[in-house]
């Protein structure tokens, strides 16, 4: 009995090491998570239970109950961030859609004072 808590207490500790996601801001009905991934860019993640996405050619909203994926890439000289792609999923992690920024270098733009963007911007350095 002890080996089989023993096995659990490792794989549990495994998973939540994996799904390291530091909370950043809860607004209205979401929550939003940071990531980092490399030297410049970090992963934001944003649940909720009225996830908006489009179908593909549509311009027509849906809602769900799901989060969405968000890699952003930062420069810390200039206080700039930019968006790289946007993966929208189901609460059981189906991918309802996605977006990817084609233009190399991405759009940074500069980071806003006292808004959300500087709060993600804060949580890189």
């Known amino acids: 009995m002890k080996n089989i808590f023993t096995f659990f207490f490792i794989i549990l500790s495994?998973?939540?090491?994996?799904?390291?996601?530091?909370?950043?801001?809860?607004?209205?009905?979401?929550?939003?998570?940071?990531?980092?991934?490399?030297?410049?860019?970090?992963?934001?993640?944003?649940?909720?239970?009225?996830?908006?996405?489009y179908l593909k050619n549509s311009k027509i909203a849906k809602i769900t109950k799901g989060y969405i994926l968000t890699p952003f890439k930062f420069d810390c000289v200039d206080k700039k961030m930019g968006l790289l792609q946007m993966n929208v999923y189901s609460k059981a992690?189906?991918?309802?859609?996605?977006?990817?920024?084609?233009?190399?270098?991405?759009?940074?733009?500069?980071?806003?004072?006292e808004t959300l963007g500087e709060k993600i911007f804060l949580c890189f350095l």
């Open 14 to 53: 495994i998973l939540e090491y994996s799904q390291n996601w530091k909370l950043i801001s809860t607004e209205d009905d979401k929550a939003i998570y940071y990531k980092p991934n490399t030297y410049d860019t970090a992963w934001i993640k944003t649940a909720s239970e009225k996830t908006e996405y």
């Open 93 to 113: 992690g189906k991918l309802l859609n996605h977006f990817e920024e084609k233009e190399i270098p991405v759009d940074m733009n500069y980071v806003i004072p």
